[in-house]
């Protein structure tokens, strides 16, 4: 990998041992992302991953594999990064990366299992949103029903992840409905953490020119607080799921537990309304 390349990563791996995988995104057509919009697609050779391991750390207790999503390059390539990642980092208890629904779907129920098996124990999930308009308006590669039936399939595998959603995404006078069915998407699986992000406009993209244009209003921060306050309200998980809003696009931080920590935390968002 180039030393100029920009490399993304979740906050929770802020101090992982970072493994390339793939270079660019293999969709980049997220009307909100610009993070690999000049960025071509490619997978990073197996050769040159076993290189970066065998120069690695050999006590390495976790790895995130890097690239938009690295499941992008197939079951059998990820079994052999996931064996050599055990052969020459042989205390690593888990293998983290990012997952597109587009991508998954493309995984069998048996070939996700053989991964967990193998080592691979934490996915991050962009799901945005549970509003099919809202989704095909951001040009996502999936669809609510996709996106439930492949965290059913990661549930059955036992494959742990996270789930990244946007408010602002459905824009101004629709947080409250985005919200709802937000919630009641992911009402219906089982994630460790629901992370939250604010849509954010960045230069380049389809929605600049849509906000440009006037085809898409932002929603005022009130109502983004809104969205916040629905989501908690209505998220109810059946084991205890993490809520955070502490990523640095968040207009408020918050972090808790679901559901034993959700008066307090609606207490704080509504004291932000105030």
């Known amino acids: 990998m180039s030393e100029k390349d920009m490399v ?9 041992f970072l493994l390339p995988v793939t ?40 790895v995130f594999l890097t690239g938009a999503d690295p499941l992008a390059i197939g079951f059998e390539p990820m079994r052999e990064i996931l064996a050599m990642i055990r052969k020459y980092l042989p205390y690593c208890a888990c293998v983290a990366s990012y997952a597109s629904i587009l991508n ?35 040009n996502k590669a999936h669809r609510r029903a996709d996106a439930i039936r492949e965290a059913k399939k990661l549930n059955t595998a036992q494959l742990p992840f996270n789930s990244i959603i ?8 629709k947080s409250i409905e985005n919200a709802t069915l937000t919630a009641e998407m992911i009402n219906q699986f089982h994630t460790n953490k629901v992370i939250t992000m604010n849509l954010k406009v960045f230069g380049g993209t389809d929605l600049e020119n849509k906000v440009n244009n006037k085809e898409f209003m932002l929603a005022p921060q009130a109502e983004l607080l809104v969205e916040i306050r629905t989501l908690l309200e209505k998220l109810n998980p059946k084991k205890n799921t993490e809520f955070d809003t502490t990523h640095p696009t968040n207009m408020i931080q918050l972090k808790g537990i679901l559901p034993k920590d959700r008066e307090k935390l609606l207490a704080i968002v509504s004291s932000k309304l105030k």
């Open 8 to 16: 993304y990563y979740p906050q929770d791996e802020m101090n992982t």
């Open 23 to 62: 270079r660019g995104c293999s969709y980049n057509r997220c009307a909100f992302c610009s993070m690999y919009k000049d960025v071509p697609y490619r997978e990073v050779s197996l050769l040159e991953i076993e290189t970066i391991l065998m120069n690695g750390y050999e006590y390495t207790e976790k």
């Open 104 to 138: 998954l779907s493309k995984y069998t129920l048996e070939e996700l299992t053989v991964l967990h098996d193998e080592g691979l124990r934490l996915l991050y999930i962009g799901f945005e949103s549970g509003s099919d308009k809202v989704l095909e308006e951001m």
């Open 166 to 173: 946007m408010y602002g995404i459905a824009g101004a006078g």
